[in-house]
């Protein structure tokens, strides 16, 4: 069965020109592959390459070498070498990304910037809006809150509007880039629920989770990341 | 995938002995967002006025759905300005007429081609001052009593009033305070959205440039140097330049 | 006022046209003034006026004993087309006994020798200034407009350059944003004399600052319509029966504005009326501004009452 993501031969560097052209090698070599229904945890010391890794897999940093191949539309598409308009479709239709930071949008209320990508996937405005409702509340999030943009939310309040916006449109892939890391236990519970319910739907999860309870509960199993100057 | 609608390809201009645009290439689908960052004097400006027609390259094409615009004549070009296209100036003032009031102003695109029923063009005009939120009641006023970010506004109102599918921005930030700025990227991007519009927007703001495009390209003396989707570029910048130029915005 | 060989020469009491006296005609100069190469010249201008209806044509306008604002523009026009066995008319404002009126008929009269008429019937070219007489005119009669600013646009776009380009592309919506401007702050459209017209469905026009009442009757007009600019250095030209539309709203549609009043001297109802003040206490009557279809409407009313 073709995997749900996968990478061949995916190696990674950075060149600094502003420093003399330093180049800094990241990743070398890297083999993955996530089934349907799997959940994959990203395994390695602090600094080795893992949030670089989740970034090449979104198609937000580019490959230096190797292939990143999602399923899409019944289809292998490489994301380090497709058109820009083809990630912007994947992102849009398959592939989610939940992020440990959110990305305020100016003005936009929290209800709508989780609604976005639901509408965006052709989902109906108010099916769309209700959606994202029921969701901000599985996730503690009080209604009076949803009304407004999020810029002066707190840390933990920014991130559950980010899990929202990641699980409500219901991708085939999901990568999650320490999804629970300003969570309390109560709320790290629900995302735990969360993944296992979309992994019970087929969603293939990448991710990286530094609490080893959540890792426990959620992961099939670990993917080793190395560090570059290590492993040569 | 759908085909561009506007297409161009190896766009050279120089002014005297300064290369303003060197082999530059583009294209834009339909309901997207590109934007074109780089410093001043980068060639960006002069590329938009290339692309919409307003300026001639002295080699190169560029094509509005299979079709010449440099070749296609000043009627028909104006024709497409007015319908098809719409260009927002940096300036407020060479976008709007600050001696016709905020409805005149709106309203001149629709009878410009062919609305001949005032009721209907008033009421086409009060709609879209609420979309860009102009209070109805100074549709009657002149623009240049409104501040300068209602008048970015009334010029974008001005500018959809006729349903284009392309919309030209050069700077429409530009002269704004920035919690203005905000409020006014934000309507950029919402209505863009709704309409399905594909946007070549030029700026010097890189953040804004984040918020709105799909797809940007980076210019830096008259070339193109760096391209492709908006968030691998700002995130991964691999020029030196883009580097530079990304490592140089505070983070707020 | 009428001087008093004006009078004698045609006068009110006088039904018959005045011949042309050869003896009076004055030595020296050219038949009707200008030189035979300047009249060609203009004719070619004319002959492009009306090959491309409502279109200015820009032309070598010649300075002219008078000053600009006094109808330079309309006397060349007149010289030009002027043949011995014509007559004209001269009118301002609609009348016929104005100092304007007067000093140009006798200049023709002394530089072309031609038979010069106050009746409308009997003209075969009518100069004016500011109105169209309310007789219905004849495909043998020429209108000759004297026209200050030939340019419909001009207070809209300064620009000769944009406005050129504007008439080029047939590009009028800022006319209309000027008549939407009126509406939205009057409630209707304001403008009451040099009503913009659409000419033959392609031309935007400025009619000279002929009332707005007068617009319906360029439309169709049997007569040749031309219209002179001399300070502008413009001619443009409306052919017999040519479509003449005043710019309007699908909801506030052209109406031609005409004070709500009957003549004082003749008691039409249906001609555009001057208001007269008559005293200093607040007197005032409203009389024809057309002063010989005035007449002839006294005229007839007078063997009327005679024949009864």
Known sequence: MIPALRTEGLAKAFTLHLQGGTRIPVLGGVDLAVQRGECVALWGPSGAGKSTLMRCLYGNYGAGTGRILLRHRGEELDLATADPRAVIEARRETLGYVSQFLRVIPRVATRDIVAEPMIARGVPREEALARATALLRRLNLPDRLHGLPPATFSGGEQQRVNLARGFAPGYPVLLLDEPTASLDAANRAIVVALINEAKAQGTAIVGIFHDAEVREAVADRLFDVLPQQDAA | MTTPLLTAEGLTLRFGAIPALLDVAIDVAEGEVVAIVGESGSGKTTLLRVLSGLMSPDAGT??????????????????????????????????????????????????????????????????????????????????????????????????????????????????????????????????????????????????????????????????????????????????????????????? | MSTPDDRSAEGRGHLNRSRPNEGTMMEGYNFAYLDEATKRMIRRAILKAVAIPGHQIPFGAREMPLPYGWGTGGIQVTASILGPADTLKVIDQGSDDTTNAISIRRFFRRVAGVATTERTAEASVIQTRHRIPERTLREDQIMVYQVPQPEPLFKLEPRRAETKRLHALADYGLMHVRLYEDIARLGHI??????????????????????????????????????????????????????????DFEDHPFRPIRAPHACAFCGSTDTYLDEVITDDAGGRMFVCSDTDFCTERQDAAASREAAE
């Open chain 3, 190 to 247: 304001a403008k009451a004399y040099d009503y913009p017209v659409m000419v033959n469905g392609r031309y935007l026009m400025s009619p000279s600052p002929i009332p707005a009442f007068d617009n319906p009757k360029m439309h169709r007009m049997a007569a040749l319509q031309l219209f002179g600019a001399g300070r502008e250095k413009r001619i443009y030209a409306i052919p017999p029966y040519t479509e003449v539309r005043s710019l």
């Open chain 2, 62 to 252: 560029v094509r509005w759905l299979g079709q010449d615009v440099h070749a296609m004549g000043e009627a028909a070009r104006r024709r497409l300005m007015r319908t098809e296209w719409g260009f927002v100036h940096q300036n407020p003032r060479d976008g709007l007429r600050l001696n016709v009031s905020a409805g005149g102003n709106v309203g001149e695109r629709l009878m410009a081609v062919g609305a001949r029923h005032y009721g209907n063009i008033r009421t086409e005009a009060l709609s879209w001052l609420a979309r860009v939120e102009v209070d109805a009641a100074r549709i009657d006023d002149l623009p240049r009593t409104f501040s300068g970010g209602m008048q970015q506004r009334l010029q974008i109102a001005r500018t959809l009033v006729t349903r284009p599918r392309l919309v030209f921005m050069d700077e429409p930030t530009g002269g704004l305070d920035v919690s203005v700025q905000a409020r006014l990227l934000d309507l950029i991007r919402s209505l863009s959205r709704e309409l399905g519009l594909s946007v070549l927007i030029v700026t010097h703001d890189i953040a804004a440039a984040r918020l709105l495009a799909d797809r940007i390209l980076v210019m830096r003396r008259g070339r193109v140097v760096e391209q492709g989707l908006t968030d691998r570029v700002l995130d991964d910048p691999q020029h030196p330049y883009t580097q530079l130029l990304v490592s140089s915005v505070l983070a707020a």
